[in-house]
Structures are given as C-alpha cells and as structure tokens.
C-alpha cells in the first residue's frame, strides 16, 4: 500500500504543495533542500517547528482507522510518503516511510544519529557527537535510503492499494511500476493523475474521491 498527502488531509494536515507550488506559503526548494538548509536553517527549522506543532494537534482520520482494519483480513505493509505519525498512531503494524518522519530529528554530520523529537528545534541543539540537529525529512536532491526496501514490498505484494498521492514525485512515483503484472491494483485520489502507462493497466481501478470514502468502498471489494 501506498499512501501519500491525501491520506492525512482529511485530518488537517496541509498537502505537500499548492497548485502554485507553494508549501504553506514557502518555495519548496526553501524549506525542502539541502540548499535552502545552508542559506537559512532558521527558516527551515522554524517551517519544520510548525508542522510539528500542528501534527501534535491532530488525530488519524476513517480513512487511517479503516487501513487498521484491513489488517485482520489481509498483511498490509504501509508504505507512505507522509511525514506524520498517523498511521502509527491509528494502529498500523507495519508503517515504512519513505521521507522520513516529522517526530525524529537526526544529525547534520553523521546521518545515522536519530532521535525522538515531539518538540521545536533551534540551532545550537547538538547531537551527542556536538553536530546541530535537523529534521529527519528527506529534502529534495537527498537519497531516499528506504526506496530498495519499498520497492521489494511492492514486487512481494499480491494487492497493491495507492491513496491519497499524485503519482507526480518520484521516485515514489515509481513504486507502482515494480508490481507482478497482472496484479490488482486500487487508486483512491480525488484528482487522480493516471499516466499512459499507469492508464494502460488492465487491472487497474479508480476511485476519484477522497481517502475516507474511497478506502472504504476498496474494502468492501476485497470483503465481499
């Protein structure tokens, strides 16, 4: 299963751009880059502050609360572009992200140093090795160090579900393409953006709504 932004929108967390290509007001390369990190670390921590703070207001939606459910029926591997702690928090078992989590911060010198963060970051907070914390988000341009295990759970899958994301940002976008040919493969989005490759799927369905209700009706499918 594939989760992305509006997968936690129903829950007040903001999507990751704007049709202008603004996140909460910012350039995405400003608050989502190693470059926008080196000009003004001031501005990306107090971004990455505030969506902390507003994760810590919010609770998991239907639409996480069903993917629990799913589990009594189905093994569901969660693989989710999201940075929040929603599906962990509504009970999913098996929850890999794959840009990182908005509740760990890691160290700028050496990666590998991660730690539980529920609180806001400024500079001069150090890791144990004396380098300054920053948010455990892959920016743009960054390595994403769990695509090979994510990519193995879509080879090993047998159903794969997609919701919430544009299919737009690779090289999550990808996944999809890693899938035993023939398989059943769900998409729930409101605005679902379906390539010519994606839309030659024969065995593809589309649900052109949003998380809760589309998730809801892929369930009664698998169920029935």
């Known amino acids: 299963m594939l989760t992305g932004a509006g997968m936690s929108a129903e829950s007040g967390i903001s999507t990751f751009r704007d049709s202008n290509g603004l996140w909460e007001n910012h350039d995405i390369m400003e608050v989502a880059s190693p470059e926008g990190w080196e000009r003004n670390p001031t501005l990306v921590l107090e971004f990455y502050n505030a969506r902390r703070r507003r994760l810590l ?4 939606n239907a639409g996480h609360l069903a993917l629990v459910e799913l589990e009594k029926h189905f093994d569901v591997d969660i693989i989710t572009q999201n940075v929040d702690d929603l599906h962990e928090r509504a009970g999913s ?7 990182g989590e908005l509740l760990k911060s890691q160290s700028t010198a050496h990666p590998h140093l991660i730690y539980p963060c529920d609180v806001d970051l400024y500079l ?13 988000i892959v920016w743009f341009g960054e390595e994403v160090p769990k695509l090979d295990q994510a990519a193995d759970l879509v080879d090993e899958a047998d159903i794969v579900l997609i919701v919430g994301t544009s299919m737009q940002v690779y090289p999550a976008a990808g996944l999809v ?13 409101p605005k679902p953006a379906i390539s010519h490759e994606f839309r030659r799927m ?3 369905r589309v649900f052109s709504e949003n998380a809760t209700t589309g998730i809801e009706k892929v369930m ?3 169920l029935s």
């Open 57 to 60: 207001e919010v609770s998991p």
């Open 124 to 136: 001069g907070d150090h890791c144990e090795k004396g380098s300054q914390l920053r948010p455990h």
């Open 202 to 204: 024969i065995n593809l």
């Open 220 to 222: 009664h499918e698998l």
């Open 177 to 189: 393409g890693y899938a035993v040919p023939g398989i059943p493969i769900y998409y729930v989005d």
């Open 93 to 99: 078992s098996k929850v890999v992200h794959l840009h």
